[in-house]
């Protein structure tokens, strides 16, 4: 503190002294911005998120230990009382008798000054919980912050949409079938607050009413009933729902007759009812329509991603009878002797989903190698072309170079090998873990026309190719899938999907956009492969016509 404030006062000034002193509050002050950026991320990853259960079983430790001294402690107070209260009784029955002996008087100073010191003070004056208060908050940075909480929470809405959860049912603990904790009406009435607290009058309706029909059956209230009315009613108005609005506001008036907001409210939505009377809720027809979802999600693309994610049909794969499996060589030496199994999933484009591409301990070792790095992933600004977070893209990611490890040089050599592709010009192998909801919506892998820097900095041009691979199951939810193509594929430990996003040339195919949905139950691990298209001409020929 003492240090920054005189490098503030000293700013302007430019000695050498200056200058260093400014370049270590500059790193403070980035340091401290990176501690508060990775604290605020714990649940965009399963892998960080599983730090908190870490930090929690050190708290349980710590605090266990904690207990077992200041039970040891009061054990000695115990007996230090016993020990007094029987020896001023002995003492006090014959007062004269005892300190008329020279021995006792003696004694009995003793016990009041080094006896005291030694045996006394060191159990009486205790400042253990100082310390163990310090190293407590050292464990909570590994904690969840607010931020996680308003994350995750924001997160459980995007899975109710995507996998249309009945909100009574994710309530009593029912994830599509999957067992999960069940919430009281306190939790329903935080989840309700906060989606107010975003604007998002939808899933705060949907959980304060959750909230009412739970508060109505809970023996012991975890949940004021008024202010849930409070809550609900206004949600209700904000969705045009004003007679709705207007009836729950009566019924909080009967439980708090005094209230004086919803006295205002009562007024105002009367008011209203009179003067237009046709204002109920805007009915929208489209399945999955939601009032409060900006325009792109109530799209046509965006409602059938989400459909596709539930592992719905959305249109019958085209020459489905023409889809084939085969095994590949390549004449490649590292396929000679195990061939790799193709299975084509989809013909125009070309998109083919390989198996056993990575065994378990590979892909073990892979994630080790990335854990300790993961990042939140960026996507990049169309406009200007920086990099940044976004809400559409949830997941944690860190690069691996193949010199890093053999694993990673290995891998990277296979993919070459499978591909027939050269991997020289490729970008580095983007290891990704998607946490709670972590989901990355529908995209292209290349860069548009647009986009005219987009892998300038690279010199390697444009993503010819992706080469997915898939290092985890997911138990529900996780999908890659193409809304143009209603094609879903579902992750397989070890398996990876391939697929070209340029025709021969170089213009974009379209029908490649894709999305990753969101991970509803499980961790979902992917690696990555960007492949570009210098190194290709020979591999890849161009060619004239446009669209092959
Ligand atoms: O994780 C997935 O299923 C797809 C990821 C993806 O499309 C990407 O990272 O570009
Ligand atoms: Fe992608």
């Not at 407590?136 to 996998?163: C, F, N, W």
Request: proline residues 3%; aromatic residues 10%; hydrophobic residues 35%.
């Amino acid at each position: 503190m003492i240090l920054y404030y005189h490098c503030y006062v000293d700013l302007e000034s430019n000695s050498y002294c200056d200058k260093l002193r400014r370049t270590v509050m500059y790193s403070l002050i980035f340091l401290v911005f990176l501690l508060v950026q990775t604290k605020a991320e714990l649940f965009t990853s399963s892998a960080h998120l599983q730090t908190a259960l870490y930090a929690e079983r050190d708290i349980a430790d710590l605090l266990k230990s904690y207990i077992q001294r200041e039970e040891d402690r009061l054990s000695r107070i115990k007996q230090l009382a016993e020990d007094y209260e029987e020896h001023s009784k002995l003492a006090l029955q014959n007062l004269d008798k005892y300190l008329g002996n020279p021995i006792n008087a003696f004694l009995l100073i003793k016990r009041f000054t080094l006896d005291w010191d030694r045996d006394v003070i060191p159990v009486l004056v205790n400042n253990s919980w100082d310390s163990m208060y310090k190293e407590i908050e050292q464990v909570r940075s590994d904690l969840p912050s607010h931020e996680d909480l308003k994350g995750a929470a924001s997160a459980l809405m995007r899975l109710q949409d995507t996998y249309q959860l009945d909100t009574s049912k994710v309530a009593q603990g029912d994830l599509r079938g999957i067992v999960s904790p069940v919430l009281s009406a306190d939790e329903c009435f935080l989840l309700g607050r906060l989606s107010y607290i975003e604007n998002d009058w939808y899933h705060s309706n949907l959980w304060m009413q959750e909230a009412l029909v739970r508060e109505e059956k809970e023996e012991i209230k975890s949940v004021s009933r008024a202010d849930t009315l409070d809550y609900l009613a206004y949600t209700y108005a904000a969705l045009g729902d004003v007679a709705q609005a207007l009836e729950l506001t009566k019924e909080l008036l009967t439980l708090d007759p005094n209230h004086e907001r919803a006295l205002n409210n009562k007024k105002y939505f009367e008011a209203m009812l009179r003067d237009e009377p046709r204002k109920t809720r805007s009915a929208e027809e489209k399945p999955g329509y939601q009032l409060n979802r900006d325009e792109y999600r109530n799209s046509e693309e965006f409602l059938t991603y989400e459909a596709l994610c539930r592992g719905e049909t959305t249109m019958p794969l085209k020459n489905a009878h023409l889809l084939t499996c085969r095994y590949v060589t390549n004449n490649h030496p590292l396929l000679l002797i195990q061939p790799i199994k193709e299975e084509t999933v989809h013909l125009d484009p070309w998109i083919v989903v390989y198996y056993n591409v990575m065994s378990d301990e590979e892909i073990s070792t892979i994630k080790h190698l990335a854990t300790p790095r993961l990042n939140r992933a960026t996507v990049q600004n169309s406009k200007t072309g920086a990099l940044e977070t976004a809400n559409y893209r949830i997941s944690k990611s860190a690069w691996l170079r193949g010199e890093e490890h053999p694993v990673v040089e290995r891998l990277n050599q296979r993919m070459e090998a499978i591909t027939g592709l050269d991997l020289n010009t490729a970008e580095e192998l983007q290891i990704a873990n998607y946490g709670l909801g972590g989901h990355y919506e529908p995209h292209f892998d290349y860069a548009r026309k647009e986009e005219k820097d987009a892998f300038k900095s690279l010199g390697t041009g444009n993503r010819i190719a992706t080469f997915l691979n898939y290092m985890s199951d997911v138990e529900a939810g996780g999908a890659t899938v193409f809304p143009y193509l209603g094609l879903k594929l579902f992750p397989r430990k070890g398996n990876a999907a391939f697929w070209y996003n340029l025709y021969k040339s170089g213009e974009g195919i379209f029908n490649t956009r894709h999305a990753a949905c969101p991970v509803l139950v499980g961790s979902k691990w992917v690696a990555n492969k960007w492949i570009h298209e210098r190194g290709q001409e020979f591999r890849r020929p161009c060619s004239l016509s446009e669209y092959e």
